[in-house]
């Protein structure tokens, strides 16, 4: 099956949900920065990883359409650089679309959220009417801990390249794509081995080789992936205590953490595009001219007061919006 396949020419291989653009608009929330996995394979078709699987979604209406291909077994790397083709999987429907209810947080209602934040903000609701459908995606914690390390003095085109090179390198092969191999997000167990500084430096990493492999340890021989994961049981202010403990971990990649796949909805995090939104657009009054701690507390505690316990998903719009007038 090729990318171009449409729900209308390939019906059997694809599945569908109910899901308006109100709700969910796919063009705005995977090319926003919550996630580095997902690629415009053709107008309006996004393919990427999710749970070890390759996917291709598409909206059509008020209705959601994916698709989900086969994992390939046993080629060798060379029929890998010649590309090989994929296959789509036979779908077990039930459990497939509760991945992506799971992932996209479907069964939390945007347009009243998106009312409330109007009411109480004037400023939001000017906002809401060009950016719908922006919503929080729930990802995996050790995907998005380790894609939220490289994001420091990053821009997302840079991410994605890294995150890409760091997959290829650790990850597991999965199948291709018209030529593109696509792998699984590295396990923690791949990225703690004794040459993965050097080897991510290799490829580019940077300083951020050190924090990759260092909080890899630090997980490994610590709170282990299970633990990692309970932290979505746990209070916003202990998980945030806990992921700013480990190797390249500050503020604001905890919060990125806690909101996107911690279900922390009431984390805002703070980066300079946040921060001159506060000061410049609603006149917070800070007590420093510099995003410090004192500043970045001060922000994300003002938003949470205007928005409530969802300002996380609040703050996600606005960024949303102010990257796309940026570009």
Known sequence: MKLRDTPSTCQSL???LPCPPAELRLDLVLSSGQSFRWWESSP??????????????????DQLWYTVYSEEDGHKEEEERDGCPAKAAKLDGAETDRILR????????????????GTADPLFRKVANEFPGVRVLRQDPVE?????IC????HISRITAMIERLCQAFGRHLCCLDARPFHAFPSLSALTGADAEARLRALGFGYRAKFVSGSARAIAEGLGTEGLCQLR???????????????GVGAKV???VCLLSLDKAEAVPVDTHVWHIARQRYGVALGSKSLTPRAYQEIGDFFRELWG???????????????????
Request: aromatic content about 14%.
């Open 233 to 247: 049981t746990a209070s916003y202010a202990e998980a945030r205590r806990v992921l700013c403990a480990l190797p």
């Open 102 to 117: 799971d992932y996209f947080q479907l069964d939390v209602g945007l347009s009243a959220l998106y009312r409330t934040w």
């Open 14 to 16: 694809w599945r569908c």
């Open 151 to 154: 994001t420091s003095n990053n």
């Open 309 to 327: 316990p969802h300002a996380g998903w609040a703050q996600a719009v606005l960024f949303c919006a102010d990257l796309r007038k940026g570009q």
């Open 144 to 148: 998005c801990l380790f894609s939220f």
């Open 44 to 61: 309006g078709a996004w393919t990427g990883v999710l749970e070890g699987r390759v996917w291709t979604l598409r909206q059509d209406g």
């Open 254 to 256: 905890a919060d990125c």
